[in-house]
C-alpha cells in the first residue's frame, strides 16, 4: 500500500494544480515500471473544453511518451473516481489498475453509480483499487467546494447592491 500511497500524493500534487486556477480539483498520474510517465490534472474551465479531465490529459500524454494508445502495464492514480466517459476511455486504452482515492457518488464509473471498468462484457477489464488516502482526496474536494459556495454567496450579495 505504500507504493500507492505514494503515487497518489503525486495525483493530489496535480490536483492542488486545478484547485489554483479555480477548477475541480482532481489529478491523477500514470505509471508505469515504477515510474510516473504522465500527470494530468482537471483544466475544463481553462481549457473551455469537456474534454480536459484530468484522466483525459494524462492518457494523451502517456500515450504520446509510449508511442501507442495501448497503455497496457500501466497503473493511473486518480485522486476522484472516473465519470463515464474518463472510465470508457480507461477502458479503451487498455490501461491494468485504476487507483482511486475519492468515490463520487453523484457521478463514478468505478463502483458507485456504474462499475464501467470491470464489467465482464467488455474485451478489457480494469483491476481497481479504492479508498488510498481517500480521506486527504475527500477534504480538498470538500474544501473547494466550500470556497466556491462561499464567494458565489459573496458575488451575488455584490450583485444585489449593484442592482440597488
Not at 483525459?56 to 502495464?73: C, F, V, Y
Not at 479508498?131 to 444585489?160: H, P, T, W
Request: hydrophobic share 35%; proline share 2%.
Amino acid at each position: 500500500m505504500e507504493r500507492h500511497e505514494k503515487y497518489m500524493k503525486e495525483a493530489m500534487r496535480q490536483a492542488k494544480k486545478a484547485y489554483a486556477l479555480n477548477e475541480v480539483p482532481i489529478g491523477c498520474v500514470i505509471v508505469s515500471d515504477d515510474k510516473i510517465i504522465a500527470r494530468g490534472y482537471n483544466r475544463r474551465n481553462t481549457d473551455k473544453n469537456t474534454l480536459s479531465h484530468a484522466e483525459m490529459n494524462a492518457i494523451r500524454k502517456a500515450s504520446k511518451k509510449l508511442g501507442d494508445w495501448r497503455l497496457e502495464g500501466c497503473t493511473m492514480y486518480i485522486t476522484l473516481e472516473p465519470c463515464q466517459m474518463c472510465a470508457g476511455a480507461i477502458v479503451q486504452a487498455r490501461i491494468d489498475r485504476v487507483v482511486i482515492g475519492s468515490m463520487n457518488p453523484k457521478a463514478g464509473c468505478a463502483g458507485s453509480l456504474l462499475n464501467l471498468l470491470e464489467m465482464d462484457e467488455f474485451n478489457h477489464q480494469v483491476e481497481v483499487i479504492r479508498g488510498v488516502l481517500a480521506d486527504e482526496c475527500s477534504q480538498m474536494l470538500s474544501e473547494f467546494f466550500k470556497e466556491l459556495r462561499i464567494r458565489k454567496k459573496a458575488k451575488k450579495s455584490v450583485d444585489e447592491r449593484d442592482s440597488s
